[in-house]
């Protein structure tokens, strides 16, 4: 049998963002792995096979975006049935300059569960991205695939932490004991499975915020980089709580749309690690609305778009494009145990990546591990069911 050929692509006059500023260069894709970067000379075909040439003529060059929280599965459902938000498609994330993402349950893990969850993964694994899990949901007892949460991450790769939600009328109300050991056992899972094992907490507006966190790392022995807060900027005091926590040692994740970069600006001025802030788009997750009494109003749904809605903003409040996109390319891939692999530009690691128009920021063209996904702002691969029917 011969061997396939592997696709070979030569970017030329790229603005490199890798994301901190490189300048104008060349750079040679070779399979999935980026093989070079810097002025490149002709790359004849040879035994590589085709060489395709793509001049970018000076627009930006970044890491693809890793987006850290997504339904993929949908969520949602806190308005009935008919309030379930439909499964993301391929497309719908690639358009988004995403090539990473990291799917978790919400609410409701009982039409929709982890073994669901998992397959779906798999499936968008398929079709090109690279995929990660959260076992567990909102509830407490934490469901989980094999019994236990730090079996879930030892076991299945694809599986990092756990999920838990803190601080909402729609979680459990985990005690401290609940949280203390569910934060024990993905320690333990992660150092056992070689994954980083976060912890990671829906955050709801409730008065307790970060409470329960801090109450973590009071009585335990358990470091702040094993927990993961999310949606932290949904009040001024928990926005100010996740500074702390920062400060203490954890990453903190903000979600992602305009008024994020407000919120984002806010942790860089008061002195927090800029390395430990990320942002997810918290995709295909219900944005329900409540009164008062906590009686459903109606709800949106999330969208990955909202990530480059974020950097733009952030650019036009005079925030460098690199420091811009750190949070969801660099920050994000440290985080979650991809550092070296994802969120970065240099030789050797994945071929994930996101062109930005030099005029308007706009996404351009996406590749995910070597292959075209989005080209000249149009999909070039669609999921397996997007256009069937």
Not at 52 to 76: C, N, Q, S
Not at 152 to 163: N, P, Q, T
Not at 249 to 273: C, M, P, R, S
């Amino acid at each position: 049998m011969d061997d396939i050929p592997l696709e070979v692509t030569l970017i030329r006059n790229a603005n490199i963002l890798a994301p901190e500023e490189r300048g104008s260069a060349d750079m040679l894709i070779v399979g999935d792995k980026i093989a070079n970067i810097g002025d490149i000379g002709s790359v004849p075909p040879s035994v590589l096979g085709h060489v395709e040439t793509i001049d970018l003529d000076g627009d930006y060059l970044a890491p693809g975006f890793i987006d850290g929280h997504v339904h993929i599965l949908g969520g949602g459902g806190e308005g009935g049935p008919a309030t379930r938000t439909p499964e993301i498609t391929l497309s719908g994330i690639t358009m988004a300059g995403v090539t990473t993402v990291v799917g978790v349950l919400g609410t409701d893990a009982t039409s929709r569960g982890l073994y669901a969850l998992l397959a779906k993964a798999r499936g968008l694994q398929y079709e090109g991205l690279t995929t990660l899990v959260y076992t567990g949901a909102y509830q407490v007892p934490t469901p989980t695939l094999l019994g236990s949460v730090r079996d879930d991450i030892i076991l299945f790769e694809s599986i990092i932490g756990a999920k838990t939600a803190i601080s909402d009328h729609r979680s459990s109300q985990p005690t401290a004991e609940d949280l203390r050991y569910l934060a024990s056992e993905c320690r333990l899972g992660g150092m056992l499975g070689g994954k980083p094992g976060l912890l990671h907490v829906h955050v709801g507006a409730g008065e307790d915020g970060l409470s329960p966190l801090f109450d973590i790392l009071d009585h335990t022995d358990i470091p702040a980089s094993q927990l993961y807060p999310t949606h932290i900027a949904r009040t001024p005091d928990l926005l100010r709580q996740a500074r702390d926590l920062n400060l203490a040692g954890a990453t903190v994740d903000l979600t992602a749309g305009k008024q994020a970069a407000g919120a984002l600006v806010f942790l860089w001025d008061e002195g927090a690690d800029p390395d430990r802030i990320t942002l997810s788009s918290d995709a295909n997750g219900s944005l329900p609305r409540f009164d008062e009494r906590g009686n459903f109003l109606g709800l949106g749904v999330g969208s990955p778009k909202s990530l480059m809605i974020t950097v733009q903003e952030l650019v036009k409040r005079g925030a460098s494009l690199s420091e811009s996109i750190a949070p969801i390319t660099s920050n994000a891939a440290r985080q979650l145990g991809l550092a070296g692999k994802k969120g970065v530009l240099r030789r050797g690691a994945d071929a994930d990546l996101v062109c930005l128009n030099k005029n308007d920021l706009a996404i351009k063209h996406v590749w995910a591990q070597g292959q075209f996904m989005v080209r000249d702002g149009a999909p070039a691969v669609l999921g397996t069911f997007e256009g069937v029917g």
